[in-house]
């Protein structure tokens, strides 16, 4: 057995990283599973002061050729994690609970990092996911993104609305459906609502809604999703592949390198001029809906790119 394994995080519950763990297996493969929603209850794990010092349910783990980074599933609010008996019955102690069990699998992926495995997507760059800071890095860097305020000031909210016109609303950290400002949203009881959390306001943009996977720098698919919807999740009408102008896959591409992820499921969207404005790169993007959808393949060349680094390393 190789001591350069390719390695899955993540639950085989979850279809995601079942149909990765099956597509590096058909490729002649036999991966190694660190499914951290069986972690610390069903789970045996070791870790000594040396960095490749990991036992994972027996076996040694060494250093990886390649890693997916499905979920560590990390707070109790995480998607697939079922926590609310646990939070009713002592919130403190399962939130501290939660905090040692992340800890320790975080350090786990920042050894196999540290040590030269190809991270599809690493945690060390997970601060570039922030929304607030992944939008100004990529603006920094003259890449087109939407006008966008993050704030919990009605002051600056009104500001905002009045410069741009048509504004959306969304979570800063994502996860709610997007919707349209209203003048209701403007008035002094409804703006108050944002002394409970602060709220994401971005110019709303009228064209195509597109769906583009990055993997090692190029672009495998881009997916036109058309639908009558604001927010189009849970609301397509048809998926279909699209072939996209040069100069916006090398922008697609250059903004993957930018936030360092390998791997990426991006979202673009049209103003009314036409130019596609980048929304958000996902780190760990969803494709069996729309490989099923759109007919495409996705999932091919991303178990693709996890062996060739495992024939890469010799084994």
């Known amino acids: 057995m190789s001591d350069s394994p390719i390695v899955i995080v993540g639950a085989l519950s979850d279809p995601h990283a079942a149909a990765v763990f099956e597509g590096v297996r058909a490729r002649g493969c036999e991966p190694v599973v660190l ?14 002061e040396a960095p ?13 050729a390649a890693v997916y980074v499905r979920s560590l599933y990390q707070s109790p609010a995480a998607y697939g994690v079922d926590a609310d ?31 030269g495995a190809a ?27 939407p006008a966008t305020l993050w704030s919990n000031d009605p002051a600056a909210v009104r500001r905002f609305c009045d410069v741009h016109g048509a504004v959306v609303y969304k979570p800063v950290a994502g996860g709610a459906a997007t919707r349209k400002v209203e003048a209701k949203d403007l008035t002094d009881e409804r703006l108050d609502k944002l002394r409970a959390a602060p709220v994401c306001f971005q110019e709303l943009l009228p064209g195509d809604d597109v769906r583009v996977y990055v993997i090692d720098g190029r672009v ?19 998926i279909e592949p699209i072939a996209l102008d040069d100069a916006v896959a090398r922008e697609c591409v250059r903004a993957a390198e930018i936030i360092g992820l ?21 780190p760990s993007a969803m494709f069996l809906g729309f490989e099923a959808r759109a007919g495409v393949d996705i999932r091919g060349p991303l178990c693709d790119a996890l062996v060739a680094h495992r024939a890469q390393r010799g084994a």
């Open 35 to 48: 499914d951290a929603q069986r972690f610390p209850e069903d789970l045996p794990i070791a870790l000594g």
């Open 52 to 64: 490749g010092d990991i036992v994972i349910e027996g076996r040694r783990v060494g250093r990886p």
């Open 85 to 115: 008996e646990a939070m009713k019955e002592d919130w403190r102690r399962t939130t501290l609970a939660f905090r040692e069990r992340s800890t320790l699998l975080s350090a786990i992926l920042l050894r196999w990092e540290a040590q």
């Open 119 to 145: 991270f599809y997507n690493p945690s060390s760059n997970g601060h570039n996911i922030t929304k607030p800071y992944q939008l100004a890095l990529l603006q920094a860097a003259g890449l087109p993104v």
């Open 220 to 238: 495998v698919c881009a997916l036109r999703i058309v639908t009558d919807a604001i927010d189009f999740r849970q609301h397509e009408q048809r």
């Open 262 to 282: 390998r791997y990426t499921g991006m979202d673009i969207k049209a103003d009314r001029h036409g130019r596609y404005k980048i929304l958000e790169l996902n």
